[in-house]
């Protein structure tokens, strides 16, 4: 039964159902795109079960040899008689130091020289270990949970709807939404300049917001600061020779400078191409045990985090009145992090074993003369070459 659990065999048959299966994921129907039910089918978690149990079993029984990897190596030393390379060095101490200057780990046995570099031996005991932790991970992601917050400004949420558990239930906290906004990429707006004077028509302007224009005929000129699409309402700074005279503000049934002060000019007939959005934020404050705890601004993909739960932007909206509404995913994954080391442990696993083979070599006495006999790492042409390099190197010495 052993051997069978410990078979790559039965890990590449694992792993093909797991792929078959998956390609079955994406061509099959799933109730509302819930592609997450599939995958978290009972039959479907047995396979990866079976996978994480041939991991383990392959994981301890590769660990005592590689644990005892240079133990093995000067067993087959010992053994080495032939096939040696002899060495023009008659000192020990001045191999060794050859040796370790090549970047080898250099150790001495019973007038035995080992010089290894078998770090990446563990390359494959990493991949296996954090592939079992990146399983682990999603099982304690298990215990989290995914929930929303539909809600109106500056009103405090106890509660939040959990949507594994179809009901609301206790947030633990206040979560309160202080304001919202909607962030627009550069809005191309158009409008008539009119002299206050004479109501003479200047000029036609197209501008993107926070552009700069002058006004015909005057020192005054006008910056561009804002345009708010929901509320057709223009934002101007005005200047006369470069001094702010103050801000003027313009709109379907609006209009205001200061105290009714107007400068020397007016705008009409304001229009604007369709506002695109870039981003959408809120700024919320959580309050626990009747503190203000935390407070920040939630963008897209840039949550609030607090007690290990993740505070996502995602919807928002007004009501029948045109009152302000703001949603938020709630997202609790006690794995997450979990996950994340392990996949970088996954990296650093698979980088062992690409880039740092094993090779050994051993030296030692045979017939009054040294022979250094290579153990591993040196098979193939380009094997062989490494070799005479590493001999080449230590006849110089």
């Not at 978290?40 to 996978?51: G, K, N």
Request: include cysteine; glycine fraction near 10%; hydrophobic fraction near 40%.
């Amino acid at each position: 039964m052993l051997k069978l659990l410990t078979s790559v065999k039965l890990t590449l048959v694992l792993l093909l159902l797991l792929a078959l299966v998956a390609v079955g994921g994406t061509i099959v129907p799933v109730e509302a795109q819930r592609f997450e039910i599939y995958y978290q089918s009972l039959w479907y978690r047995v396979l990866l079960a079976l996978l994480a149990i041939n991991l383990l079993c392959c994981t301890l029984k590769t660990f005592p040899q590689k644990w005892h990897y240079r133990q093995q190596l000067l067993g087959f030393l010992q053994q080495r008689q032939n096939s040696g390379e002899q060495l023009s060095i008659t000192l020990m101490d001045e191999v060794a130091a050859g040796l370790s200057g090549s970047g080898f780990r250099v150790t001495e046995e019973e007038g035995q020289l080992l010089a290894d570099r078998s770090w990446g031996r563990w390359g494959s005991t990493l991949i296996h270990v954090s592939i079992l932790l990146i399983m682990l991970g999603g099982l304690l992601g298990e215990a989290g949970f995914v929930g929303t917050i539909n809600t109106y400004l500056r009103t405090p949420n106890t509660h939040y709807f959990d949507w594994d558990a179809g009901h609301e239930s206790e947030l633990g906290f206040q979560l309160r939404a202080d304001a919202f906004r909607l962030r627009y990429y550069p809005i191309l707006i158009r409008f008539e300049i009119y002299e206050v004077s004479s109501g003479a028509n200047l000029g036609t302007l197209t501008l993107y917001d926070n552009e700069h224009f002058t006004v015909s005929g005057t020192d005054l000129a006008g910056q561009l600061r804002g345009f708010d699409p929901d509320a057709r309402i223009l934002t101007i700074d005005v200047l006369e020779q470069g001094r702010l005279l103050g801000q003027y503000r313009i709109g379907d049934n609006y209009e205001s400078f200061g105290e009714k002060h107007y400068p020397g000019f007016r705008l009409r007939n304001l229009e604007f191409r369709d506002p695109v959005v870039k981003q959408i934020e809120a700024d919320v404050t959580i309050i626990d045990g009747g503190q203000v705890v935390k407070s920040g601004t939630i963008q897209v993909n840039q949550p609030l985090r607090y007690k290990g739960i993740s505070i996502y932007q995602t919807a928002y909206g007004q009501d029948e009145q045109g009152n302000r509404t703001v949603g938020f995913q709630l997202s609790k994954d006690p794995g997450e992090n979990l996950v994340w080391g392990a996949t970088f442990l996954l990296m650093f696993g698979f980088a062992l074993a690409l880039f740092a083979p094993r090779r050994a070599v051993g030296v030692k006495q045979v017939e009054g003369v040294l022979m250094l006999f290579p153990l591993v790492g040196w098979h193939g042409e380009s094997g062989r070459e490494r070799l005479a390099r590493l001999l080449e190197r230590l006849a110089n010495k």
